[in-house]
Each structure stands twice: as C-alpha cells, then as structure tokens.
C-alpha cells in the first residue's frame, strides 16, 4: 500500500511540474499577431486574407507552426472593439494588425508601445491620430490611403451617366456619411467641392450607425437622385448590400471609390485593391518579424490602385465602360 501511495505522490508532482513548466516556458518564442476586425464585412475580409497571404509568402504561418495569430471581430460593436485590443495587450502580442481604421484608432489609443499594422485605413491626418507637433503615432505602421482618388471616382459619374428626363437641369447625385467617421466628414468636404466643379447637385444624408442605413438610403431616393455614390465609410462598407438593393430596385447605379465594392455589385470605381492593400500591409509586418526592429519603417501610402467595373451592373443600366477599366465578373 505504502509502495502505491509512493507511486501516486511521484506522478502528481510529475503532473505539477509538466503543467508549470507548459505555463512558464514560451513556446518556441513564435511571433504572435493580434488581428482585429472592427465589423463582418464581405470587401474587408480580402484585405485580412492578403495579410495573412503575405505572412506566409515570407515564412510566417499557423500552417508551419511559425506563427500564432489571435482573431478577434468586434461585429461593430466599439466596446467588444476596445475588450479585443485590450486583451492582445494582455496576451503581450509581437503586434497588432487593424482592419480597417475603427480597429487603427482603437489600437492607438490603447498601446503606444506595441507596434500597430493597419490596412483599410486613412492617413494618421484623416483619423486624427496626429499629435500637437503633427507627427504620427511612434507604433503606427502598415497602409494607408488619401482621398485624391476619389476625385477621379466621382467624376466618373457624369461621364457615364445621362439624366432620367431631358431637362437641363444638374445631375443629382446622392450619398450617405457618418458623421462620427472623420474620413467620412472629410470625403463629404471633397465631394462637395468636386461636386460644385462638376455642376452636379449632391444630396448628402447622415447616418448614426448601420440600423439607420435602410431609411436614410429610402429618403434619398425619394429625392429623385440620378445616382448613388458610395464613400470610403465603415457604415457604408457594412451596409453596402442593403444600399445596393434599394438603389437597384429604384434603378439608380451605385458608384464608388472602393473596388472591392464593385465586386459587390456597384458599377465602377478606381480606388485600392483590397487585398493587395492587406498584402502590402503584411509584407510590412514580415519585414519587423524577420528583424524583430521597426528601426528605419513607417507607415506607407497604398501602392496599388485599379480601374474597375461589374460587368452585370454595368450591362443592367446600359452603361458603357471606357477601354482602360477592367471587368469584375
């Protein structure tokens, strides 16, 4: 008896032992990314899907036990948004990588130490994140993009389109912005400019949140827009199917600054390649893993953008596209 109780007393602090020693040794010392998305959306997703691409392009993968990644999605909501970051911090993560700018501010505005990739963001400038001397966050890494593109997406419009009747009165463009987005208020501030260059006549609403999207969108077409522009906007991105059936069942084409929508079913745009956006962010990110120093790095501007249309859009308003515009099936 006294030689099983021996026997057992000897594996319990076997026991012990194995699991002190699972709690306190790193595992290999493999790199850990916090990735965090601020909401589902269907065109953000390409830009995760191209980080996590190029990860593994430069040898960093969960696949080959040479990465760990912990994802969060905040489903929108800012509180469960600001849990996940902080929690990454907990978990003393190699870095952050916010998709898209909800994620960015909300990472910066926890840690000024832990290095942060964004992708589907604005400039620091654009989100507000500039400090009193106007230099960006010291973690701050990754893509970013501005609002000249949206220039050459909305003067697409008039070029494309003829209004419903023959008078000669200004096409009527429609839009919807969030005005607690500072991207969003800033791009509204260029399309009104651009608008008025244009003789077009803008009709722009507010929108709280995704709930009001359905009712906003509803009381700009009841204005009679000829078209709906669809803005670099976080409620816009989450909403777009809801925005792309009212207008399609009013038969007003949706345009827009962002190609991923267009896959979506809006009829052009020139804007980022969302996933060569999470690409280049990602690439990024290998680089710091691989000299384990952002010495020398700093956010970077979006390298590539393209000219596209959706073919069936374009085909269900009889529009037709320039030659330099490639078609998304």
């Not at 992708?119 to 893509?143: H, R």
């Not at 962002?258 to 990602?282: F, N, T």
Request: net charge positive; proline share 5%; with cysteine.
């Amino acid at each position: 008896m006294k030689h099983i109780i021996g026997i057992k007393k000897y594996f319990t602090w076997l026991f012990t032992l194995i699991i002190f020693c699972n709690c306190t040794t790193p595992k290999n010392n493999i790199p850990v990314v916090g990735f965090a998305d601020a909401f589902e959306d269907n065109t953000i997703a390409q830009a995760k899907q191209g980080f996590l691409d190029a990860l593994k392009k430069n040898g960093y993968s969960e696949d080959n036990n040479t990465l760990k990644v912990i994802y969060r999605n905040a489903q929108g909501d800012i509180p469960k948004l600001t849990l996940s970051i902080k929690y990454f911090i907990s978990e003393k993560v190699t870095l952050m990588a916010t998709n898209p700018s909800l994620s960015t501010i909300a990472a910066l505005q926890n840690s000024k130490d832990i290095p942060v990739f964004m992708m589907v963001s604005p400039t620091p400038q654009l989100m507000n994140v500039m400090d009193k001397q106007g230099n960006a966050p010291a973690n701050l890494f990754g893509v970013a993009e501005d609002l000249g593109y949206i220039d050459t997406s909305f003067s697409l419009i008039p070029k494309l389109i003829r209004k419903k009747d023959d008078t000669i009165t200004p096409l009527r463009v429609g839009m919807i912005f969030n005005q607690s987005e500072p991207q969003s208020a800033e791009a509204l501030k260029r399309i009104q400019e651009l608008a008025k260059k244009l003789h077009i006549d803008l009709v722009s609403l507010p929108v709280n949140n995704s709930a009001d999207v359905q009712l906003v969108t509803q009381a700009l077409l009841a204005k009679h827009i000829d078209a709906f522009f669809a803005n670099p906007d976080n409620t816009v991105f989450s909403s777009f199917e809801t925005i792309l059936k009212a207008c399609n069942d009013a038969n007003v084409p949706v345009f827009t600054s962002e190609a991923g929508l267009v896959s979506r079913g809006a009829v052009a745009a020139y804007g980022a390649d969302i996933y060569q956006w999470g690409y280049q962010a990602g690439e990024q990110a290998a680089l710091f893993l691989k000299n384990n120093s952002t010495s020398g790095m700093h956010w970077e501007m979006v390298k590539l953008r393209k000219r596209v249309y959706n073919e069936a859009a374009a085909k269900k308003f009889g529009i037709t596209m320039p030659a330099n515009f490639e078609a998304i099936k």
